[in-house]
């Protein structure tokens, strides 16, 4: 079963400067929880308790979270600030976490790369923490993905359906619908421009990918910025064999984005952080 989520969280976050310049963009807080926390918590919900970041400089805060602090632990032990903690030391103690170094920041698809040899030959879940998914009523994402491989057995990708002035900030899929919510992949572009979409939708940060994905990538030429794209990687699983796309249940903010950003803590702070 799959038991590995990786984070690729090397990226640099300039849409965040002058906050990301020190700080990871993974560390911003939604009220009062950094981003990645939640998306970790969306991982060890779907079963996924081995989970690896793929760091880069400057990030070190992140490794940091998900340890112990022993000097606040000391200073709060015995108060009501206690259950502040709560939610972390959960995760401390009861997931495994590795790091990894992405050297040179070369896109998403190289970040996934780089985690290859802590994750191996097992299929595994991709969270981007910048993307804050939430369930709702239903099971979150990731588990909702879970379900399906345990089914399908193939790599399969979120995807939510956008606006069409949108599409050029998201890759796009073309499919054949399977079942209500579920496509099988025939076709993949990454930022189209609006009249070469072909479709309106669009991948968002949350997959699950069969281990052949590193041997897709290494394939994978990087583009005109040198990146390389993951992208064109499942596109290839897709030509060999198949990947689903699934239209997830529940809501997505985009929190890479200032507006996102700003809609998930409003949204958060009235619906769970003031129920809880
Ligand atoms: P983004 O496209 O959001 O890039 O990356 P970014 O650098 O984080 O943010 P901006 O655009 O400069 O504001 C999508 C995800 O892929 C990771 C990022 O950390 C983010 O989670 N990533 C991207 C890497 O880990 N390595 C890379 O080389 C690129």
Redesign the pocket.
């Known amino acids: 079963m799959i038991r590995k989520c990786l984070f690729?969280?090397?990226?640099?976050?300039?849409?965040?400067l002058p906050a990301t310049k020190s700080m990871p963009?993974?560390m911003l807080p939604i009220v009062n929880k950094p981003l990645v926390q939640y998306g970790v918590e969306e991982a060890v919900e779907a079963g996924l308790d081995n989970v690896t970041f793929?760091t880069?400089r400057g990030k070190r805060a992140i490794a940091d979270h998900f340890d112990i602090s022993y000097e606040l632990e000391h200073q709060i032990a015995g108060t009501s600030k206690e259950q502040y903690l709560e939610g972390i030391r959960y995760l401390i103690n009861n997931v495994n976490f590795s790091f990894t170094r992405?050297n040179n920041?070369?896109?998403?698809g190289?970040?996934i790369l780089t985690g290859e040899p802590l994750i191996g030959d097992e299929a595994f879940g991709v969270v981007?923490?910048?993307d804050l998914c939430v369930g709702g009523e239903h099971d979150g994402v990731l588990a909702q993905m879970v379900k399906l491989y345990k089914q399908f057995r193939c790599s399969i990708v979120a995807i939510q359906e956008v606006p069409e002035d949108e599409v050029h900030k998201y890759g796009v899929i073309a499919g054949e619908s399977m079942m209500e919510g579920l496509y099988r992949v025939t076709d993949m572009v990454e930022k189209p421009a609006k009249e070469d979409a072909p479709s309106n939708l669009a991948i968002i940060?949350r997959y699950i990918l069969t281990p052949d994905i590193f041997d897709k990538i290494r394939e994978t030429p990087p583009g005109a910025n040198g990146?390389v794209q993951i992208t064109d990687a499942i596109l290839r699983q897709a030509q060999e064999g198949c990947v689903l796309a699934y239209k997830f249940k529940g809501r997505r903010f985009d929190c890479?984005s200032v507006d996102g950003f700003v809609e998930a803590t409003n949204f958060v702070y009235e619906n769970i952080y003031k129920a809880s």
């Not at 690729?8 to 965040?16: H, I, K, L, Q, S």
């Open positions: 690729p969280v090397a990226g640099y976050g300039t849409r965040f963009k993974e793929v880069g992405q920041m070369l896109g998403l190289h970040a981007l923490a910048d940060g990146e890479g």
